[in-house]
């Protein structure tokens, strides 16, 4: 175990997943916020019950700390933030954007996940992939293929990735602590793609259609319906432009 940014580092070689391990370590904490890594991945998984390809070489890590599991949309955004400014500060003029909820978008290409679980003793676990050197084979029917950043010239490991992303996320955790979350939505739209734009949000059992306004300070994405805004808590967002391109 050691010591980063005032977190402590468990760093494994092989786990099915790093959230289920941090979830085990939360019932007696080593610290009061630690970050649980491996090198291998085997039983990754994403938002809403998908799985997430974990291959070696990339990211895989799980934040735990104290915090209320009611602020897990805030930290949503908080985490996605501070992976958009990690991958700027390897490459500052890339073309990186944020996606509602929760994606980090490079040239278009997906290259992280998010997912936030509840723990004992009050932790909650912010578990976060990120494609470092690999990315699952791209497939052409998918909208938001996925990507690596060395696919994008940024050289880097996943030590280096996250000791930077710490640093980060430290910065902007400390904002939402002073300022709320109406400090961390403002950076946010900053680096939102779509934004004023028209997009679709795939629901559980329909799709919805209009021009995308931004958050609002509980998360929801608002979107503008010939002048009427429809409040937005859970979807898939895809931008009408790119769809004109497939």
């Given at each position: ?100 909820p929760n994606d980090v978008l ?141």
């Amino acid at each position: 175990m050691k010591n980063l940014n005032d977190w402590q580092w468990l760093d494994y070689a092989e786990l099915s997943s790093t959230n289920d391990t941090a979830a085990e370590l939360c019932v007696n904490p080593p610290a009061s916020k630690f970050v649980v890594t491996c090198r291998s991945q085997t039983g990754g998984r994403g938002r809403r019950g998908r799985s997430w390809i974990s291959l070696e070489g990339n990211l895989f890590m799980s934040q735990a700390f104290p915090c209320d599991i009611r602020f897990a949309g805030d930290l949503v955004f908080i985490i996605s933030l501070s992976v958009l400014e990690t991958v700027r500060y390897f490459s500052a003029q890339i073309d990186i954007k944020l996606k509602w909820p929760n994606d980090v978008l490079v040239n278009g290409c997906k290259i992280s996940g998010i997912l936030l679980e509840k723990a004992e003793n009050g932790y909650i676990i912010a578990g976060t992939g990120v494609n470092i050197t690999a990315a699952p084979e791209r497939d052409s029917r998918v909208l938001y293929p996925t990507a690596s950043l060395k696919d994008f010239g940024i050289i880097t490991d996943r030590c280096e990735f996250l000791k930077i992303y710490l640093e980060i996320f430290d910065r902007n955790f400390s904002l939402w602590q002073k300022r709320g979350f109406p400090a961390i939505k403002e950076i946010w739209l900053q680096n939102a793609g779509g934004l004023n734009e028209e997009i679709s949000v795939n629901l559980e059992k329909k799709v919805e259609r209009g021009f995308f306004r931004g958050i609002g300070d509980d998360g929801a994405l608002l979107l503008d319906q010939n002048g009427s805004i429809t409040r937005i808590y859970a979807g898939d967002v895809f931008y009408t432009k790119e769809k004109s391109k497939n």
